[in-house]
């Protein structure tokens, strides 16, 4: 069960405000490393490194074929391995969330979020497109090669489909006879060579054509990056510039991972029509697409027998817990299923430590331990399901510090302590079967009122007993960056399955803390108060697997670099399969990397 002492998980989640004052002298490589050699690596592709087997390879790789020795057949392969990609990921239908911040200017923060906007969905990698009757005839083929096949599941809010395009350049005319290719120079981006291709439509081949940059590795010349947008765009609307990278997950191909878009112009004189920035995160590859009849050839015997210490019938009260725990194992795994939640790992042993901290130092010795899992989400979430404590992946990225991570997990603690259990009915094995875009329809797990003041009064009083009751001035200074920017985070203050933080633009949970602590002050430098969205959590988009992201600490050098719950640009860093920075490599934010240059 629990270990009987208190830590500090203090290697992983450092105070941020302590990081602020080194300077960063750990670079990114991504900067251009150009050495403008126009001919091509000619040694033999190495066979050996592509001989890992992933259980859930889509396809054979290309590791056989002669290596290119122009320029011109560096472009024919990566043509044909984009087509090779396209073909390969076909039967994939994973997640894909959307999270847009439209910006305001602030005289002295810059762009601020003024509102938000929060897309969930899965997106069809097939060919099959659901094509909407009123387009015209040659925008239904701009829209056929763009996103291919969509599907609307979970919730709608803005028009999200655009934000998935660059997934591929162009699903269905990516050849010679639509674009120009200019090679450009070598570069590294994280561990990996890549040679830089610029990419024009020809006269004539239509609209919305990819008009960019492509990124190619140099050993089975797939596309790693893509960054641009699409041209020319339709009567009334407009593309928007994306920059979207993939990560190498499975030996020989680069999935797409993650798309980040901005548009606007702050500079004196332009009326901007539209300002925002939006992050598209890709995962959950690995999910079995749903609708498909092969549970029934799956059936497993269990062959684990009940190991329970006697022979005896469970009392009422013990059948009870059963009851409890039934319901909780079924809740898990169907969100695990429907790929809102990672499976355990890394990042619950931190959290789990925390919770260890909350409950050695008050005592509390629960008849079943507690546990942690990561939501996969970015809407700032908790919720808990029988001994389960669930904490968003975006929450989990937002906080300062382990004492904000204590606060908003002794809330969920206190509710398991309090026994103020929600989910005893989903121990009834039909309310887990709904399809993945009715989770949210089938599941909740709010509490009522009074239940959540006496989960917050008792999450204080514990905290209050805890190795962090010297630090919550800190859980203070985060309520309070919180509120300041509520009004204006309408979505990503929307819970799907738990509680809300606050309602209305107004942060509710662990009021009484709310006070404590300084004031905000953005001029403060050393003081942060809430992070930008992707700086702590990173998810391997095949199988789901959270970890902590290992940043190198950058200084913060204006009020401009706080950026609290703001997304960023990503600049993941790039390593080949089966390396040890890889699979899933860092999505280091901008404001990780904002020395960087890019
Ligand atoms: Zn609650």
């Not at 809102?340 to 008050?362: C, K, S």
């Not at 908790?382 to 968003?392: A, M």
């Not at 006496?454 to 905290?463: N, Q, S, T």
């Not at 959590?537 to 190198?552: C, G, L, Q, R, S």
Request: one cysteine or more.
């Amino acid at each position: 069960m629990r270990t009987s002492k208190w830590m500090f998980t203090a290697a992983l989640l450092v105070s941020v405000s302590a990081a602020a004052q080194q300077t960063a002298d750990n670079q990114s490589s991504a900067q251009p490393n150009a050495a403008p050699a126009p001919s091509v690596q000619t040694s033999a592709p190495s066979a050996g490194s592509q001989g890992a087997t992933a259980g859930a390879a889509p396809a054979p790789t290309p590791s056989a074929l002669p290596q290119p020795t122009t320029m011109d057949q560096v472009v024919d392969r990566f043509i044909e391995r984009e087509h090779g990609l396209m073909k390969a990921l076909a039967t994939r239908t994973p997640v894909v969330e959307t999270y847009l911040q439209n910006l305001t200017a602030d005289p002295q923060l810059g762009p601020v979020p003024s509102e938000d906007h929060y897309f969930l969905g899965r997106l069809d990698m097939g060919e099959t497109v659901d094509r909407k009757d009123y387009l015209k005839d040659q925008d239904k083929g701009m829209q056929t090669r763009l996103m291919g096949g969509f599907n609307k599941l979970f919730k709608v809010e803005y028009q999200p489909i655009g934000f998935s395009w660059m997934v591929y350049a162009d699903r269905t005319d990516f050849d010679r006879s639509h674009y120009e290719f200019h090679y450009i120079r070598r570069e590294f981006l994280g561990d990996v060579r890549c040679l830089v291709f610029d990419v024009t439509p020809k006269k004539g081949s239509g609209r919305g054509r990819f008009l960019g940059r492509v990124w190619v590795e140099d050993q089975d010349f797939n596309i790693v990056r893509l960054n641009g947008t699409y041209y020319p765009a339709p009567r009334n609307s407009y593309f928007f510039h994306m920059d979207s990278w993939r990560l190498n997950l499975i030996p020989g191909y680069w999935v797409p991972a993650y798309i980040y878009s901005e548009e606007g112009d702050f500079s004196a004189g332009v009326k901007n029509k539209i300002a925002f920035k939006a992050q598209t995160r890709i995962w959950g590859y690995d999910l079995k697409k749903e609708g498909k009849d092969d549970e029934l050839t799956q059936i497993r015997v269990d062959s684990v027998k009940d190991e329970s210490a006697t022979t005896q019938d469970a009392s009422p009260l013990q059948a009870e817990r059963e009851w409890q725990q039934q319901a909780e194992d079924n809740v898990i795994e169907r969100l695990t299923r429907a790929g809102l939640l990672a499976p355990e790992g890394d990042v619950d042993h931190i959290l789990q430590t925390v919770v260890n901290n909350l409950e050695v130092t008050n005592n509390i010795d629960l008849p079943r331990p507690v546990r942690t899992r990561v939501l996969l989400t970015a809407p700032l979430e908790t919720f808990s399901v029988g001994n389960t404590i669930v904490i968003s992946r975006g929450l989990i990225d937002v906080l300062p510090d382990e004492a904000s991570l204590a606060a908003v997990l002794a809330h969920e603690l206190a509710h398991i302590v309090l026994g103020h259990n929600l989910g005893s009915k989903y121990a009834f094995n039909d309310r887990m079967l709904f399809s993945d875009d009715s989770t949210y329809n089938n599941l909740g797990f709010k509490h009522i009122p009074e239940e959540e003041t006496a989960a917050d009064k008792k999450a204080v009083d514990m905290l209050k007993n805890s190795p962090y009751a010297q630090k919550l001035d800190n859980v203070g200074l985060f309520l309070k960056a919180l509120q300041a920017r509520a009004p204006q985070l309408n979505a990503l203050l929307t819970t799907h399955l738990g509680n809300p933080l606050g309602e209305g633009g107004t942060i509710t949970r662990l009021s009484a803390l709310a006070t404590q602590g300084p004031a905000l002050d953005n001029a403060k430098l050393d003081q942060v108060a809430a992070l930008p969205l992707g700086g702590r959590v990173k998810i391997n988009p095949w199988d789901d697997k959270a970890e902590m992201v290992k940043t190198a600490p950058v200084a913060i050098t204006s009020a401009r670099d706080k950026m609290p719950f703001e997304v960023t640009p990503f600049y993941p860093r790039l390593a080949r399969y089966g390396t040890t920075n890889a699979p899933g490599a860092a999505p280091t934010t901008a404001a990780a990397n904002s020395n960087s240059g890019n």
